[in-house]
């Protein structure tokens, strides 16, 4: 059983930053070989891929973060990061994680990120 587990959201103003964590666990998971992913539901949306990183670092973003989010991983801590500039409203949301493109493993409780004034 695979468990993943997000931290590092709050409250934050239009403009500012937050780093995103997400630990990964599960004996029979690899993270080293997995691609994995970070994504967000805002209320009364669908859950969408934000970010995502390949098990040999290439990553992919979409387009209403690019520029603003950095992804990256630490294979020797089964961890991933969310590197969030430059925020706006719109990217309130709650953030998992899961492998990518597809979130097909248990989906963890997420962390909450609003960006307001």
């Known amino acids: 059983q695979v468990q993943f587990v997000e931290s590092g959201g709050g409250l934050v103003q239009p403009g500012g930053s937050l780093r995103l964590s997400c630990a990964a666990s599960?004996?029979?998971?690899?993270?080293?070989?997995?691609?994995v992913g970070w994504y967000r539901q805002a209320p009364g949306k669908q859950r969408e891929l934000v970010a995502d990183?390949?098990?040999?670092?290439?990553?992919n973003y979409a387009d209403s973060v690019k520029g603003r989010f950095t992804i990256s991983r630490d294979n020797a801590k089964n961890t991933m990061y969310l590197q969030m500039n430059s925020l706006k409203s719109e990217d309130t949301a709650v953030y998992y994680c899961?492998?990518?493109?597809?979130?097909?493993?248990?989906w963890g409780q997420g962390t909450q990120v609003i960006v307001s004034s």
């Open positions: 599960g004996s029979e998971f690899l993270f080293s070989l997995s691609n």
């Open positions: 990183i390949t098990r040999r670092g290439s990553t």
């Open positions: 899961n492998v990518a493109p597809v979130g097909r493993l248990s």
